[in-house]
């Protein structure tokens, strides 16, 4: 077990030292007829500002589970989750919308783009849904697809862009507002090996020019590698594996 997470300890600069995320004795259960379900259990984590990290796993084995409470998605069962040093079961419905919306960026393995808009349109959403004028999000999304490489595709509907470029959009989306983090669940699953390796070298990219912190559950070794940490999810229990 790591040691218990104390906001209020200093670094040695004399600044208050605060993980991005920190979680204590974070676990879920599910509770189905006659029987209960363990799908994280006792989970002890610190992640940094700007750092990056896998998750691996067996299918069902809760990774994406642990994604959607470190986004605020669902909730945990038991212990405690911080994120900057906010213990998240106290916020408000409204004040947990306001953090995705605000500082999390999510990335998913179906970008789930809406058809009837176009490409430029899709990523404004994020920022007009945050209460920016509708001028404001198309400009900030034009510079989010000018980043990812897709300007030249920003007036195209979203049903004519191939695969690789359609997840480019939804990374376009996600880092509209210049997230904390990105969390992304399966992010290269529908791809093939050569835009795999594009959208992980784009999230790198990422990572290095804005500090954002990336957490990435994936089954593509390659991805997981790139990750500066790597830990495998095994009977609801995180395992760090060395290199």
Same mark, same amino acid.
């Given at each position: 077990m790591a040691d218990q997470y104390r906001s209020d300890i200093p670094d040695l600069l004399g600044v208050s030292a605060v993980p991005l995320y920190s979680l204590r004795d974070v676990s879920k259960l599910f509770t189905g007829p006659g029987e209960q379900i363990h799908i994280l259990q006792g989970l002890c984590l610190d992640i940094q500002e700007g750092e990056t990290l896998a998750v691996v796993g067996a299918s069902g084995s809760g990774k994406s589970t642990l994604l959607h409470i470190l986004g605020t998605l669902a909730s945990h069962t038991a212990g405690e989750l911080f994120f900057r $040093?906010?213990?998240?079961?106290? +916020?408000?419905?409204? *004040?947990?919308? *306001?953090?995705?919306?605000?500082?999390?960026? &999510?990335?998913? @393995? &179906? /970008? /789930?783009? +809406?058809?009837? &808009?176009?490409?430029? =349109?899709?990523?404004?959403? @994020?920022?007009?849904? $945050?209460?920016?004028?509708?001028?404001? *999000? +198309? *400009?900030?999304?034009? =510079?989010?697809l000018f980043r990812v490489g897709l300007a030249d595709r920003a007036a195209f509907n979203v049903g004519t862009l191939s695969g690789g470029e359609r997840q480019r959009a939804a990374i376009a989306r996600a880092i509209l507002q210049r997230p904390a983090v990105l969390l992304a669940d399966e992010p290269t699953g529908n791809l093939d090996e050569k835009n795999g390796r594009r959208i992980a070298e784009l999230l790198l990219e990422l990572n290095t020019a804005d500090s954002m912190a990336m957490i990435v559950v994936t089954h593509n070794p390659e991805l997981a590698n790139c990750m500066g940490r790597c830990f495998e999810l095994k009977s609801g229990e995180l395992y760090e594996q060395t290199r």
């Open positions: $040093g906010r213990d998240v079961s106290a +916020l408000s419905g409204a *004040a947990k919308a *306001a953090v995705r919306n605000k500082e999390i960026g &999510f990335v998913f @393995q &179906f /970008h /789930h783009l +809406l058809p009837e &808009f176009t490409t430029l =349109e899709n990523v404004a959403m @994020q920022a007009i849904i $945050g209460g920016a004028s509708r001028k404001e *999000a +198309l *400009a900030r999304a034009e =510079e989010a």
